[in-house]
């Protein structure tokens, strides 16, 4: 966990053996492997191009399904922060908020929540990135994956 204070600009978790190694690791290959199915064809190369693929394909599964299970854990999460804080014309209106709004208003302080959360319903702001630059005073979240 990180001491340094989160904001809009360095919220971002970039890991760089993720983002950059493994990238290059499954990609490189796989070009090549194109590059020799097309000059040289053959039921192999096909083949062998094809599992490369299907490897890329199960990598970004990999992270994008936790992400999900993720994004679902912070709209329940955000529910519950909302019934707590939300005043109680607000409340029933908690439906309303899809999932990426949520997402967007978890790094709001519960001070600005209930604030920023009517902006959001009474102004339709649907973009998670426009409603986490309206953050004022940002709410650290250093154990998302």
């Known amino acids: ?48 191009l094809i599992f490369s693929v299907g490897v890329i394909m199960a990598t970004l599964f990999s992270r994008l399904f936790p992400l999900g299970v993720q994004d679902r854990l912070i709209r329940l999460e955000e529910q519950l922060r909302m019934q707590r804080l939300l005043p109680d014309d607000l409340k029933g209106r908690v439906t309303e908020f899809t999932a ?34 309206a953050v004022k005073s940002w709410r650290a979240d250093h154990q998302r994956i």
């Open 1 to 48: 966990m990180s001491d340094t204070p989160q904001n809009f600009e360095n919220h971002a978790k970039f890991v760089p053996a993720w983002h950059g190694w493994t990238t290059a690791f499954l990609m490189l290959p796989t070009l090549y492997f194109l590059f020799l199915a097309v000059t040289d064809f053959s039921l192999q190369g096909i083949a062998v």
């Open 100 to 133: 990426k709004q949520m997402v967007g208003l978890r790094f709001a302080s519960d001070e600005e929540l209930p604030a920023l959360a009517r902006r959001v319903l009474d102004e339709g702001i649907t973009d998670n990135k426009v409603i986490k630059q």
